[in-house]
């Protein structure tokens, strides 16, 4: 293990699986690719489960589980779905000692053996909406991985629902990409940039793909949930089919969305600093520890016994952790959990003790000294504004890392040299958007809900556009 | 679907099958021996999730998650253990177009992937104890398969825990048996026997295993989990080694245990009747049921109202649904909720209000007028007879149908007419317990905590023995 954190500005790459490293989050499988979640890092996936399970559930959605194995032939039911898929699936030839009749493909989505099930659960609109959620581990073959941002097998939620109606389906799209978009900003404090994917860049077989798309802080996007329309294409190859209210006989209209354990790298590398992880509160397993400064074969009863009182006063709001090894000192201490990212230390030492105060050290260095009688609000107080500023300074990056640009020249040196975000005029074709990537390796992040929209002419080969979409580089 | 659920005394195997069909707990998947765990059945595993996590994490327990992928090598070191599991194995022989160098296995327990970390997380006795619980699928290739009893995949947990001493990890090996004997006996409302493997019937590379054996309505018994002590075999295969408190490099002690869907089974085998499923009030998602009695084409206003207010006064401490669907009969809606096994049906109609009553009808059949400013308090009182209602009837069940036996010819005639467990005489060789197995299909189930200790001779070969063991035919 390094000994340090490498710096960003020395090293972004190493800083972030240096931080990664300290903070205990994952470690590197045996197995190429694959990832270990750690303690501290399962912890954080609990908190994606605990929020994203309470909204979900609040808007009629189920859990179930579906088999992770899918018979080959079923990949290929749909075109662009197998086209897109094929190359990265792992393949389980053999079972019980013996070769199969049918390879079996370890689930890199589940759109088809979902549908194979909706297909006889569905007889009537009154099976309708069908609104099923899972959480599952899934497997992309990759030969370029990077800790929770593209690892061969990844923990997520993939929800998948059927409709009445087409306008049913849209709205059902949009309200879960809502819903992702309400959980990154207000508990994971990530601004993002909601919208919708182009052609290229939507998932194999749906009809349109919303993204939410987030800036790290080496100013690379990075798409932090999707949630896709598929119209009737996957229930015409499936043959999912109702009783409507006439008494006709039609396809059901669908979604699919989906977050993965990627969101805990956009969350590292969205607030995380020099010194280790950051969390902001609302993210964090435990907001607040307590280190009680104690002395070796001393009488340490005193300052223990405020610790506690602390402790008392802080857990009916918060989830805290009273430190009172004697076996490492407070400045052991202190480092260790700056590493781990714990948004607020309470430190009750035996000096500030005697005058009726401790001292509380956010996470981003700000300390003061609060009376003990007042720990309690003032942690609430203190977490709240904590968060807010977590938001504020990504949301500030985010804004001023966003640039309009109309020469492709400056564009070009910019996004190699300065990064971030760039709001460019497109004619829409393919042909430009490839042109772009090739040259400048920056893709079409999305077409912005909140879309210039205005007449211009296409950065790159001058034909009319009617609003700029973003184009970035991207993990 | 079949339209009616098969009595049991017509064909238990059969009634198990449409009772799961009926309650819409689970599916048959398109891949071989893969079960759907459909809405209704995932919320009971969300239960048990529930249940065991506040368990494992009040004991100082951690979550994470290691990788579904095996290299096929890692398997081979520990002799027992690949004996054990290689015949049952999925394996990945191609990845993302390529045949694979090393083939990969689909995990079917993880204590060979785990153990690879730990030799890199544990280097000293301050690391100590480490405890950790994973979540997770994993595969066993299996000919025979059964709804949740045996399936090709299943999801379980499964706890791999380090320490520093013997006494230390036996002690833990111990104490998590009791958290899955409290969780089963007081939530799931399960009577199970405690006990020990034979040497035959243990885990596949344990030193020990301890388990909970249950008996379903057949009279079979049913393993509802189990507990291994590993002492320091695996340990010294993945070398995993830590300086103690003497400075000494020594070998860490270790356990594994788990719990799986087929806990699910044993709730469905152990309740149920011929109307449908039954879950005990802890076990159950939803507790208690409202149904006004609506009339089609009238003001139905005032039911409406006063099933609100029966709503409000128990969702304080129940999880309720009000079912207030005009298009069903109330008819309709008590056989739906039947079938689904809700532990309590509130009937709240027209004539019983008008006099200030409703009706609370149990699962079990017993029907009460209730005061309507009582239904409350009547609904906790009810559920928590209820509970103990079940575990009564159940625990009667294994108590009258465990027998002690000194002749073979009668014991066999018995388990084969009468099934159920037989205490016997067994003088511990291998010899006898094969023998006995092909000839009544019975197997020693454990050696029990309260073992009736007493000399007495084999009930095989006359041989001395010093107590008896527990013998049945089992799921």
Known sequence: MADRITPREEDFSQWYLDVIQHAKLADQAPVRGCLVLRPNGYALWEVVQAELNRKFKETGHQNAYFPMFIPESFLNLEKDHVEGFAPQCAVVTHGGGKKLEEALIVRPTSETIIN??????????RDLPLLINQWANVCRWEMRTRPFLRTMEF????????????????????????????????VFAIPVIPGKKTESEKFAGAEETYCLEAMMQD??????????????RFAKVFDIKFQDRN?????????????????????????????????????????????????????????????EKVKQAIQKNHSVHLDDRLEHSPGYKFNEY???????????????????????????????????????????????????????????????????ENEYATFK???????????????????????????????????????????????????????????AKNY
Chains 1, 2 share one sequence.
């Open 247 to 307: 008494s006709q006989v039609q396809y059901v209209y669908q979604t699919s969305w989906g977050i993965s354990w990627r969101i805990l790298g956009a969350l590292i590398m969205t607030h995380s600093d020099d010194q280790g992880l950051v969390l902001p509160p609302k993210a964090a397993p435990i907001q607040v520890v307590i280190v009680p400064i104690l002395q070796k074969n001393k009488d340490n009863s005193t300052v223990l016994e405020a610790s």
């Open 155 to 186: 923990l997520w939620q993939e929800g998948h629902t059927c409709h009445e109606t087409e306008d049913d389906a849209r709205k059902e799209t949009l309200r879960m990409l809502d819903i992702y978009l309400s959980f990154v900003r207000d």
């Open 116 to 125: 194979s099930m909706y297909s006889k659960w569905i007889k009537s609109y």
């Open 338 to 404: 700056e590493l781990t990212g714990i948004p607020m230390r309470v430190e009750v030492g035996p000096r500030d003790l005697a005058n009726g105060f401790c001292v509380l050290a956010r996470r981003d260095g700000t300390k003061t000294q609060v009376p003990l009688d007042q720990v309690g609000e003032e942690v609430t107080k203190q977490l709240a504004d904590f968060q807010k500023a977590l938001y504020s300074k990504a949301s500030d990056r985010l804004t001023q890392n966003t640039h309009i």
């Open 413 to 471: 040196e910019k996004v190699e040299t300065l990064g971030g975000f760039y709001q460019l005029h497109w004619c829409e074709s393919r042909k430009c958007e490839d042109k772009i990537k090739d040259d400048t390796k920056a893709t079409i992040r999305c077409v912005p809900f909140a879309q210039i929209r205005e007449a211009g002419k296409c950065i790159s080969c001058g034909s009319e556009s009617k609003g700029r979409v973003i184009f």
């Open 219 to 232: 100013k690379k996007a990075l798409q932090a949930a999707t949630s896709h329309y598929f119209g009737q």
